[in-house]
């Protein structure tokens, strides 16, 4: 069989040759060890179900309509360069965009992420991921991977996840799920932050929905790498924030609320809603009025012409005898 050096590979050769254990429970254990628990190194999201494939537009409306200026390379779908697709979060096809191999527009599709390494946090975060170069505002830090699951397959296994902290399952869509415990890339380790210098986004490239983590500003080279977990990892709004950010809010995801004050909210909205729908309603009888009486004004304009007209008419009659 597969033997565990070949079957999992950790981020560095070391930590490999340390750890050649086999896929069992323990690998979302919290060991406290001095290295990573395994996984498998991919490059691409592994699809773990069928799925129906996204058909892609072929009208002009949706193709890119960006044309490269030689010794202009922002012209080339660039951030700058109005590029339709760009802007609505869809990468460039790389046979069909004019631009050709200049294209700005395929950095998912091309692999363009920073180089980074992983080191382990000396406050009980565990391990991190921090970047080696210098990371300019927008540009792609790197791409969440994983196994791509449906929701079924979520609770499937959240419920062997149960009670272990090593898991890491990011929403994609109302469908789908990025599980990164068994198969990842170094995003893997990317932790939260209350105030992150990243943010997550979400591209279409062909077919697929991928996930990309991009600089909100300047980053120095050996800096970490975060980003807020809020409302995008399955099971973060229980668990507690250790970033240390001065708006830390305490835990991963937004904590729940009481029901009082859920229900109060509600009330408030509901309040709210019905006010202004009231207040529509009187704008709307008040414009009927207003028309109402423009047309009784016309009508009545109308009304006081004829009469003055068969005035007139009565009283040119004896004239013309």
């Given at each position: 069989?597969?033997?565990?050096?070949?079957?999992?590979?950790?981020?560095?050769?070391q930590?490999?040759?340390?750890?050649?254990l086999?896929?069992?429970?323990?690998?979302c254990?919290?060991?406290?060890?001095?290295?990573p628990?395994?996984?498998?190194?991919?490059?691409?999201?592994k699809?773990?179900?069928?799925?129906?494939?996204?058909?892609?537009?072929?009208e002009?409306?949706?193709?890119?309509?960006?044309i490269?200026?030689?010794?202009?390379?922002?012209?080339?779908?660039?951030?700058?360069?109005?590029?339709?697709?760009?802007?609505?979060?869809?990468?460039?096809?790389?046979?069909r965009?004019?631009?050709?191999?200049?294209?700005l527009?395929?950095?998912?599709?091309?692999?363009?992420?920073a180089?980074?390494?992983?080191?382990?946090?000396?406050?009980?975060?565990?391990?991190?991921?921090?970047?080696d170069?210098?990371?300019?505002?927008?540009q792609?830090?790197?791409?969440?991977?994983?196994?791509?699951?449906?929701?079924a397959?979520?609770?499937?296994?959240?419920?062997?996840?149960?009670?272990?902290?090593?898991?890491?399952?990011?929403?994609?869509?109302?469908e789908?799920?990025?599980?990164?415990?068994?198969?990842?890339?170094?995003?893997?380790?990317?932790?939260?932050?209350?105030?992150?210098?990243?943010?997550?986004?979400?591209?279409?490239?062909?077919?697929?929905?991928?996930?990309?983590?991009?600089a909100?500003y300047?980053?120095?080279?050996?800096?970490?790498?975060?980003?807020?977990?809020?409302?995008?990892?399955?099971?973060?709004?229980?668990?507690?924030?250790?970033?240390?950010?001065?708006?830390?809010?305490?835990?991963l995801?937004?904590?729940k609320?009481?029901?009082?004050?859920?229900?109060?909210?509600?009330?408030?909205?509901?309040?709210?809603?019905?006010?202004a729908?009231?207040?529509?309603?009187r704008?709307?009888?008040?414009?009927?009025?207003?028309?109402?009486?423009?047309?009784g004004?016309?009508r009545?304009g109308?009304?006081?012409?004829?009469?003055?007209?068969?005035?007139?008419?009565?009283?040119?009659?004896?004239?013309?005898r």
């Amino acid at each position: 069989g597969t033997s565990a050096s070949q079957k999992f590979r950790l981020p560095y050769p070391q930590a490999r040759e340390l750890m050649k254990l086999e896929f069992e429970e323990a690998v979302c254990l919290d060991t406290k060890s001095e290295f990573p628990t395994p996984f498998v190194a991919i490059k691409r999201n592994k699809y773990m179900h069928e799925r129906q494939e996204r058909v892609e537009q072929e009208e002009d409306g949706n193709k890119c309509q960006c044309i490269f200026v030689p010794g202009m390379e922002e012209t080339a779908c660039g951030a700058m360069s109005n590029c339709m697709l760009r802007d609505l979060f869809i990468e460039c096809h790389r046979k069909r965009c004019p631009c050709g191999k200049y294209c700005l527009n395929q950095r998912l599709q091309r692999s363009q992420w920073a180089k980074c390494s992983i080191f382990k946090a000396s406050n009980g975060r565990g391990w991190c991921l921090r970047t080696d170069e210098e990371l300019s505002p927008g540009q792609l830090a790197v791409e969440y991977i994983g196994e791509v699951i449906t929701g079924a397959e979520v609770e499937r296994r959240t419920s062997g996840y149960a009670g272990k902290r090593h898991t890491y399952l990011l929403k994609l869509n109302q469908e789908e799920f990025v599980d990164s415990t068994r198969m990842a890339n170094l995003a893997r380790f990317i932790n939260h932050c209350c105030e992150p210098n990243c943010e997550m986004q979400k591209w279409h490239v062909g077919p697929e929905q991928r996930v990309g983590l991009f600089a909100k500003y300047r980053i120095p080279a050996g800096s970490e790498l975060t980003f807020d977990y809020d409302m995008e990892f399955y099971g973060s709004e229980d668990i507690t924030c250790l970033c240390g950010a001065p708006k830390c809010r305490g835990t991963l995801g937004r904590p729940k609320e009481d029901p009082a004050v859920t229900a109060a909210k509600e009330a408030t909205r509901q309040a709210a809603k019905q006010a202004a729908h009231k207040a529509a309603r009187r704008e709307q009888q008040a414009a009927r009025s207003e028309e109402r009486a423009k047309v009784g004004v016309q009508r009545g304009g109308v009304a006081k012409a004829k009469l003055k007209r068969a005035v007139e008419v009565r009283r040119a009659r004896p004239a013309a005898r």
